[in-house]
Structure formats: structure tokens, C-alpha cells
């Protein structure tokens, strides 16, 4: 069965420091998201990226973050200059088709020290 | 925006007892209701989800229930097994976007 899969599972930063998430969505997918999970609170949503652009961004996804899909395959999320409140998991979702299921990778857990 | 609420936070069960969990939302154009079951240190994986034009949809021992009027959505289990402890997470999104907007998630525990 196809997965989405991330890399690395855990990244451990200092703060300042830039970071690039990287997750390999489902291969025929069209729409990609970046949602994070502070530990024993619930999945926020970041970011969606359709046709080449994001297509929508929440509040939490400001000047720090970008996102690329710099080849057919990866979709990388990138925060520029860590702070500790970006420790969190960060997960990688991708969708066929608007409106149905989300796949989620397993996640990267992002400690920012 | 959309907001959605979702209780009980922690739910405790004896095995092969029924566990309801309830959400809200707030943006009647919502039209998708996906339910997602995260266990411990892995993904969030969908278990059942439903469209605004279905009241019900059932899938063995899970079921959906939505009430569009009042803007409520459920998930019951029946005959809980220790396997079903997890966290469930309730989300919602409709057509002019494509983000899901989840609840809290609640802690099921099943006591065997």
C-alpha cells in the first residue's frame, strides 16, 4: 500500500538554526499539507500545496516557514531560524483528490534546544 | 473560520462496552468528516469518515452519525477491544478549501 514517508523521524536543533523537513508524499497525490502536533495537543494545521503554490497558510505559518517541491517526488517544509516553541511533530499529508482522505507520514519530532 | 470543538478530552471503557465521542463545528459550507485514529508514537490513520449528503454511515464495529442542522457530528464503538485505545481526532473541511480543521482529539481507554 502506498505511504507517505518523512525523513528524518527526529531532528534535534539548536535554536536559531535552520531546519528542512522533508516528506516523499503519494506519487499520483495533487494536494500536500504540513500539519504539527505539540506534544499531547492536537494536529494543527500549517500549510497546503496544490499545482506548484500553497494554496493556503494558517497563522502559525509565517515569515520563518517556506515550502518547496523541488523535484516530482519531495516536498520539503523549511523553518528558517528555529525557536523552542516550534518543538513539536510535524507531520506530512498528502491527498488525490480535494475533499477525502489525508495520508499522513509518521511524522518528524522537531526539538529545538 | 472553522472551529471545531470535540469531547469527551479522555474517555475510560470496560472492554466490549459501547464509546461515543462528540464534535461541533461551527462553518455550515463543511461538508467532509473525516475521523482519524492515532495510536501512541504513530501516525493519525482514518477510520471512517462522511459527507453532508449522509446522516449515517456504519463500517462493523464503528459508526459515524452527522446532524447537519445542529452542526454535530459522532462516532460511536461498539463492543470495545483494548486495541480500539487510541487517540480519535474529529475533523472537517468543505470544497472552497482543502485543509482539515481537527478537534482537540479525545484519549479512548479500553479496560480489559
Known amino acids: 500500500e502506498p505511504e507517505v514517508t518523512q525523513t528524518p523521524s527526529h531532528q534535534v536543533t539548536q535554536m536559531g538554526q535552520e531546519v528542512i523537513l522533508r516528506c516523499v508524499p503519494i506519487?499520483?497525490?495533487?494536494?500536500f499539507y504540513w500539519y504539527r502536533q505539540i506534544l499531547g495537543q492536537k494536529v494543527e494545521f500549517l500549510v497546503s500545496f496544490y499545482n506548484n503554490e500553497i494554496s493556503e497558510k494558517s497563522e502559525i505559518f509565517d515569515d520563518q516557514f517556506s515550502v518547496e517541491r523541488p523535484d516530482g517526488s519531495n516536498f520539503t517544509l523549511k523553518i528558517r531560524s528555529t525557536k523552542l516553541e516550534d518543538s513539536a511533530m510535524y507531520f506530512c499529508?498528502?491527498?488525490?483528490?480535494?475533499?477525502?482522505?489525508?495520508?499522513f507520514g509518521q511524522g518528524t519530532r522537531l526539538t529545538v534546544v | 473560520g472553522e472551529n471545531v470543538e470535540q469531547h469527551p478530552s479522555t474517555l475510560s471503557v470496560q472492554e466490549g462496552d459501547s464509546a461515543v465521542i462528540k464534535c461541533t463545528y461551527s462553518d455550515s459550507a463543511s461538508n467532509y468528516f473525516p475521523w482519524y485514529k492515532q495510536e501512541l508514537g504513530k501516525r493519525p490513520q482514518l477510520i471512517i469518515d462522511?459527507?453532508?449528503?449522509?446522516g449515517e454511515k456504519k463500517d462493523q464495529r464503528i459508526a459515524v452519525t452527522l446532524n447537519k442542522t445542529a452542526k454535530h457530528f459522532s462516532l460511536h464503538i461498539t463492543e470495545t477491544q483494548p486495541e480500539d485505545s487510541a487517540v480519535y481526532f474529529c475533523a472537517a473541511s468543505k470544497n472552497t478549501g482543502n485543509q482539515f480543521y481537527f478537534g482537540t482529539g479525545t484519549s479512548l481507554t479500553v479496560i480489559p
Open positions: 462522511i459527507r453532508s449528503n449522509v
Open positions: 506519487s499520483n497525490h495533487l494536494y
Open positions: 499529508a498528502s491527498m488525490g483528490q480535494r475533499n477525502t482522505e489525508a495520508f
